[in-house]
Structure formats: C-alpha cells, structure tokens
C-alpha cells in the first residue's frame, strides 16, 4: 500500500508519501514562520489561508518527487486534529477530496500520534511496548504505550506546554519566533548559575508537568536585569527594551533551558521507574533540542535503557508522521466515511485501537 500523508495542524504545511514496501519515498515542507514572526506567534487566519495556497501544489511536489501517479495511491492520510481548526479543515477537506476523486480510503490521523510513531521511521525503531515523552508547542505528556492506539496517559502539563514556555519566554526577552530554537542559541554562550530558575513540580510526586510558574520566574529576571540596564544607559541614548548587556541575556536563557530540561528528564526517570520499560521514545518540536537530548543520553547509561528521537527534521510538524500513522490504521482496517471533521482539541487516550469496535 501507498499513502500520501498530508499535515495542515498549525503553520506548517506537510506532504509524504510513505510506501508498505520500500519505506518512505518522499516528503516535503513549507514552512510559515517568515509570515508569522513579525507578530511573535502563530495567527491562525493567516496560517489557514497560507495552507489553501500551498497544500495542492505541495501534494503535486511529494508525489512528483516519489515517482508516483495518482493512480498508484492506494490511500490518503491527513490530520484530522488536535491544531487549529481553520488549518485542520484546510488539510482535511483536500485529504478527503483526494481520496475519493482517485476511489481510495483516507483517514483522520491524530496529530500526536503521528509524533509518537515518527521514530519508527528511523532505520532502528522502537518496538511496544514503551514510555513515550511528547513534548512540543502544544503538548508536553508522558505515556505508556503498549501498542497502536493503547496510550495510557502518565502525566501532562497542567499549563503551558514546554514548547509554548520556550516560545513565550523568547518573546518576553525580544528574540523572535519561533522561540525554541532562539533560546537554544542563546543558552550557548550562557554561564552556569548566574540564575537559579524553579524545576516546576519536582517536589512532589507524580508525572504532571507545571511550566507557567517558570515563565513568571523568568519574567521577574528579566525585569530585574532590564531595570539595571535603564539603571546604567542614562547618560546615552536608550536602545528599544534592553535586557542587560548580551551576556545577561545569554545567562538568563541558559538557566530557562536548564530549568526545563531537568525537569523533563525527573520526569522521564520517574515514568521509566514506574513502567519498568526498557525503551523511552521522545518525539516532538523540542526533542530536537540538543541539551535535553544529551541529558537523556546519561540517563540512558544510566538507567540501562535505549532511547529513541525521530531525526531533527521530523521533530517538528511534518507529513511523514502523518502519512506513516495513517498507513497503520489504513492497514488495520480504518477508514472515514465521505463526512470528515477537525478537532482542534483531541485528546490522545480518546483515540481507538485499530480493528475495535471503536474504530473506523
């Protein structure tokens, strides 16, 4: 079976085509962020429209870059939800539109699932059951996972997502979006323990993440450090909402950085004691961030245990996942009727095991 995957959730548009046989053939991806940047975030109407623009051609690309006529498609996946539903029902009605003009199934993917399946896209993938982190823009949870559609949820951010902490935290300190990868440079030239900044929720047990009142602590120290430089800039002109000198800067997303990756890694400590798995998948927007990675290496060493990260390009939101998600579930026996809908909330342990009653 081939499937082309289309993945319209948020500001990127995605396009795949994924082959039972010889594995994945092609993806593509145009991304928003030039659009978005000079608003400091995603604007939903503007990330819906980009997608009507930019997902037929896209879909025309990944085909033309397989190799494969629309006749050869035996399937179309596309995300059905969680996003922004303007986006969501961009991809949805042309996945769904596709698949009948060319007679073959389509089916709604959930758009973490295709996260938490996307390193079994890598030569060496993980086999169920086992501890899953997701952690991106808009979800951060942890999972035991026994197979496809079996997700038991270990714990979840309360608040902010870690991703969103990043991004909202860049924002507060002028470096633009998206706010992950700013900060990542950044914490590079940073000193150790300048700042001390909070491990939300390490103090008591648990597996439910915390991340807004480590915004507000960041937010304290960078309204500190901003006083100082007014403080010492009276006698030239004032640059546009300093934060301190560059160094300062740097310290600051140093120890926001460190502050989230510990406690992301208790987390992952806690959740591999209490399943007792062997394995640990981390998928998602920030599992691309080089610090945390290299903190869940040692623990890896540490604990005896193999972890497994898609490759950085298929961290973040992307067609492949999608259209590999939807080739299990198609394979399974999973389709949608002509009707189709996006929701944009849609939680994860909701979703059905392909070939349940549930199902379909």
Known sequence: MIVLGIETSCDDTGGAVYDAVRGLLAHQLSSQTDIHAEYGGVVPELASRDHIRKTLPLVARVLTQAGIRPDEVGGVAYTAGPGLVGALLV?????????????????????????????????????????????????????????IGQYRILGESLDDAA????????????????????????????????????????????????????????????????????????SRAPRLDPIGDEQTRADIARAFEEAVVDTLVAKCRR???????????????????????????????????????????????????????????LRAGQSQSLSFAARPRWAIADLAIPGSPAGG
């Open 271 to 329: 959740a591999l004691e209490l399943t007792g798995h062997e394995q640990l998948v981390v998928a998602g927007g920030v599992s691309a961030n080089q610090r945390l990675r290299g903190h869940l290496d040692r623990l890896s060493d540490e604990l005896r245990v193999r972890i497994f990260f898609p490759r950085p390009e298929f961290c973040t939101d992307n067609g492949a996942m999608i259209a590999y998600a939807g080739y299990l579930r």
């Open 91 to 147: 991809g949805a009605s042309l996945g769904r539109s596709l698949a009948y003009a060319w007679g073959v199934p389509a089916v709604g993917v959930h758009h973490m699932e295709g996260h938490l399946l996307s390193p079994m896209l890598e030569p060496d993938p993980p086999a169920f059951p086992f501890t899953a982190l997701l952690v991106s823009g808009g979800h951060t949870l942890l999972a035991d996972v026994s197979g």
């Open 163 to 234: 991703g969103e902490a990043f991004d909202k935290t860049a924002k507060l300190m002028g470096l633009g979006y998206p706010g992950g990868p700013a900060i990542a440079r950044l914490a590079e030239a940073g000193r150790p323990g300048r700042f001390t900044f909070p491990r939300p929720m390490l103090d008591r047990p648990g597996l439910d993440f915390s991340f807004s009142g480590l915004k507000t602590a960041v937010s304290l120290a960078v309204a500190t450090a901003r006083e100082g430089a007014n403080a010492t800039s009276l």
